[in-house]
């Protein structure tokens, strides 16, 4: 098969049987970043250097630099656009960005909506539940946003990939489960 025919990777939208909107967001994220069609990569980038270490790795040193006046907010809900590749690391380094008192949650919460992100960002919030039910902005998101239905929600993350999980300890302590917080 050659390169013409082969098969476009499906989108996350696809993935969860949903339908893609034209972000706007994204859109300006891409001006703004100077990262065009690379966007994702760069919001990925700019996820880690902000504080999302569980996720580090060399990048393309031809990205562009972060952008300071793009918020943590912008960039984790840009990271959960469904019209990116269905790539669920940048799901989880969202997951981390966002694990972090600086977030507004309220602006988060906006963004989600405006965005069509609310079941992604409702999922990580229903996991953190389990490990860090207090821990904002999960909690605020919660009890705000609303539920907007997919038709399939396995394509999400599965909890083991949101948390440190360290098994059975050396000294035969119980397994500990810890949720991946932003590095602040």
């Known amino acids: 098969m ?85 790539a669920l690391d940048q799901l989880r380094v969202a997951a981390q960005l966002l694990s972090s008192p600086r977030v507004d949650a309220k602006r988060l919460c906006q963004l989600a909506v405006h965005e069509r992100v609310e079941p992604v960002l409702l999922h990580i919030a229903a996991i953190a539940e389990k490990f860090a039910p207090d821990d904002e902005p999960w909690a605020h998101l919660r009890g705000h946003l609303r539920p907007r239905r997919v038709p399939r929600a396995d394509a999400l993350p599965h909890w083991t990939r949101l948390v440190s999980y360290t098994g059975i300890s050396s000294h035969g302590g119980p397994p500990q489960t810890d949720w991946l917080r932003r590095r602040e």
């Open 2 to 86: 050659d390169l013409k025919e082969q098969p476009l990777a499906p989108t996350l939208a696809q993935k969860l049987g949903d339908t893609a909107h034209v972000s706007g967001l994204a859109i300006r994220l891409a001006r703004v970043s100077g990262a065009g069609e690379r966007l994702a990569e760069w919001l990925l980038k700019v996820a880690v250097e902000r504080g999302a270490h569980h996720y580090e790795r060399d990048f393309d040193p031809a990205l562009p630099p972060d952008n300071p006046a793009v918020s943590d907010e912008e960039i984790g809900v840009a990271l959960c656009l469904g019209q990116h590749h269905y």
